[in-house]
């Protein structure tokens, strides 16, 4: 234990801060979960919107909270090798079709060409 005044105060004032950063970590854990979980805009927003209020009151580091809301934010948007892949498929129907109709226009029924 502190003998000294102004250790006492410091040790009351730290007690305080370690309170209020653990309900807001807390806070801050359980939107995030909840984002990851069901990945709607509004629990992403609000979730992002603690990540910002915990950065700036040094909570947790800046660019942690830049993460965890590029991650968040990566769950709302549809995934691109999946859109990718589907493209490609259909294009790759499409121009084997268009191979086709054009080797049957070009051969008579002998199998030559004209």
Do not use: C, W, Y
Request: charged share 40%; hydrophobic share 35%; no cysteine.
């Amino acid at each position: 234990m502190p003998v000294i005044k102004s250790a006492k105060k410091k040790l009351k004032q730290d007690k305080k801060r370690t309170l209020v950063r653990a309900k807001t970590e807390s806070f801050l854990k359980d939107a995030v979960k909840k984002a990851v979980a069901s990945p709607t805009a509004k629990t992403v927003s609000v979730a992002s919107s603690l990540l910002d209020k915990a950065a700036k009151k040094h909570i947790i580091h800046k660019n942690k909270a830049a993460r965890v809301k590029s991650r968040l934010a990566h769950l709302l948007s549809p995934k691109k090798s999946e859109s990718k892949t589907e493209t490609v498929k259909s294009a790759t129907k499409t121009v084997k079709k268009a191979v086709k109709e054009k080797s049957a226009k070009g051969r008579s029924s002998s199998g030559r060409k004209k």
